[in-house]
């Protein structure tokens, strides 16, 4: 079994940001020469998360707004009284999305729904710096 490995540097620009990565896994796909096998997306943060769904401006309001009634921002949070950086949200939002997804690939084609692409949202108060790691196993 064969292994590839991508790193993307990402600027997110506000909190509840989303960007679509579907690309940049095709073209590390394409650029793997793999035909067939799994890739994980992941990011290396624990305020940020990676998660399929529909790209779209409806979808992505309606998350950000989900997210805000199942983990509110204006609340206390322990994590607040540690580092009084009042993201304690963000670390539970990221915990409850996930930091990775990993997506089975054939003939050099992730095999994603018709409405599915791979996205980042960002978590933390505001926009940062992301790494993206993207690992490709498979022959």
Not at 85 to 113: A, K, W
């Amino acid at each position: 079994m064969a292994t590839f490995r991508k790193v993307l540097h990402l600027q997110t620009q506000h909190e509840g940001d989303m960007i679509d990565l579907t690309g940049e896994l095709k073209k590390a796909l394409g650029e793997s020469s793999l035909k067939s096998g799994l890739a994980c997306v992941f990011v290396p943060h624990s305020t940020a998360a990676i998660f399929a769904i529909e790209f779209e401006p409806g979808l992505r309001k309606d998350m950000r707004e989900a997210l805000h009634r199942l983990m509110p921002k204006g609340i206390e949070y322990e994590h607040h009284k540690t580092w009084n950086d009042e993201n304690g949200h963000s670390h539970i939002r990221s915990s409850f999305l996930g930091p990775s997804m990993t997506v089975p690939f054939h003939e050099g084609v992730p095999d994603l729904g018709t409405w599915q692409q791979i996205v980042l949202m960002e978590l933390d108060n505001g926009g940062r710096e992301r790494k993206v790691v993207i690992q490709v196993m498979g022959s």
